[in-house]
T-cell receptor, first 114, second 113 residues
Framework: EAQVTQNPRYLITVTGKKLTVTCSQN?????MSWYRQDPGLGLRQIYY???????DKGDVPEGYKVSRKEKRNFPLILESPSPNQTSLYFC?????????????FGPGTRLTVL | RKEVEQDPGPFNVPEGATVAFNCTYS??????FFWYRQDCRKEPKLLMS???SGNEDGRFTAQLNRASQYISLLIRDSKLSDSATYLC??????????????FGKGNQVVVIP
């Protein structure tokens, strides 16, 4: 089954404790993104990757890191989480193309930073 | 002006009725438009792409008005299962890359029995 998976789905942590949210897709998509979704705001892009070893900042990259060592995986790293990073996070993948294609989203990770 | 604007609602719709809402976008150079559906606390899923000529998928019709820079979604014969938030999504024109998207906050639809 074609899918994007994220782990963990739920996480409660404390300020400053490093964490990683994993994202994996099995569709051989070149393009992957991380978004956060907060009440009253639309989805905002944190980081994106156009292919292996190619990453770039999105609209709200502060406090986050990413890596793309393999095509299928795109982990999101919070080196020192803070309460303002409490949010619902989605990973998404899409094939490369000359026009935007359908974004396939993971099930989301609900993060609470105390 | 925000990149993508939507009236969040909620839109309370009697079962069987028709509901329509618009989404405006700010960048006239945007070329690709989508409606995504998001159920509460779940991931967005593509509902339909929006083409210049307008397109229909069953009870759903999407329209694009480039002159006024808005897209619309119409749902006919609303079902209880249509209750969701509908996200308007627009590709960001250069200098952004091709797959950089701007998301609206969504139109929340509640279908009432």
């Amino acid at each position: 089954e074609a899918q994007v998976t994220q782990n963990p789905r739920y996480l409660i942590t404390v300020t400053g404790k490093k964490l990683t949210v994993t994202c994996s897709q099995n569709m051989n998509h070149e393009y992957m993104s991380w978004y956060r979704q907060d009440p009253g705001l639309g989805l905002r892009q944190i980081y994106y990757s156009m292919n292996v070893e190619v990453t770039d900042k999105g609209d709200v990259p502060e406090g986050y890191k990413v890596s793309r060592k393999e095509k299928r995986n795109f982990p999101l790293i919070l080196e020192s989480p803070s309460p303002n990073q409490t949010s619902l996070y989605f990973c998404a993948s899409t094939p490369a193309g000359t026009v935007p294609n359908e974004q396939f989203f993971g099930p989301g990770t609900r993060l609470t930073v105390l | 002006r925000k990149e993508v604007e939507q009236d969040p609602g909620p839109f309370n719709v009697p079962e069987g009725a028709t509901v329509a809402f618009n989404c405006t976008y700010s960048n006239s150079a945007s070329q690709s438009f989508f409606w995504y559906r998001q159920d509460c606390r779940k991931e967005p899923k593509l509902l339909m792409s929006v083409y210049s000529s307008g397109n229909e998928d069953g009870r759903f019709t999407a329209q694009l008005n480039r002159a006024s820079q808005y897209i619309s979604l119409l749902i006919r014969d609303s079902k209880l299962s249509d209750s969701a938030t509908y996200l308007c999504v627009v590709n960001r024109a250069p200098p952004y890359g091709n797959n950089r998207l701007a998301f609206g906050k969504g139109n929340q639809v509640v279908v009432i029995p």
